[in-house]
């Protein structure tokens, strides 16, 4: 019985740790926490003084106050008017075959949304066939934040560049805020299998010992 809560004991760790790598975030700096743009490469520098693309914490320069329920307190804020473009855009490895999920998140500010000009975004990824997250004049919630999720598939190993497109409406124009970007490989049926079998093993463990009497010292 030892031996076999034993191989169950490793087969959950094992499924941790497989589950753990594959869930792993492919991008550098997907939260910027860093608190710049290190790992990523950003055009546009903004059409007036204090505009562009920047890494800001719980406030803007406009005296917006940023709720991070999604943890961290950096995200990036794109600002600009005068139907500007800007981009941000990162090189990610992924392996052809393999399911990828695109995720991130963004945030409509106050002073942002009383402006009467809305923007487009276009996050897209160079794999063939075209993969893009078609976010046309989202519909941004104000103040909080939004999460999207994309599932992918890319035809062959490669480096490939992930691109956030903002591009401004004429003055005065929306703000937008992104954090927390990021590409992951998402689980095979077999990882989830191993990671059930894995905990139902240490669920048995947890019931034999409390189900065994307690010996008590002569």
Known sequence: MRFSLSIFALASAVALCSVNAAQANLLTNGDFETGNLSGWTATGSGTSPGQGIQVIGTTTQFGDTIPYTLGGSHSVYFVDDNAHTENLSQLVALTGGVTYNLSFALFGT???ANNQFNFS??????????F???NTNLD?????????????????NGSYTLTFAFDAGFQPAKDL?????SIAAVPEPSTWAMLILGFAGIGFMA????????VLAA
């Open 177 to 181: 805020l992104l954090d927390n970007v």
């Open 207 to 214: 019931y034999r010992r409390k189900s065994q009497p307690a």
């Open 132 to 134: 893009s997250a078609l």
């Open 121 to 130: 975004l276009l996050s897209s990824l160079d794999t063939t066939p075209p």
């Open 140 to 156: 941004v919630p104000v103040g909080g934040w939004q999460v999207y999720s994309y599932l992918f598939t890319p035809t062959a």
């Open 110 to 112: 106050q002073s942002g």
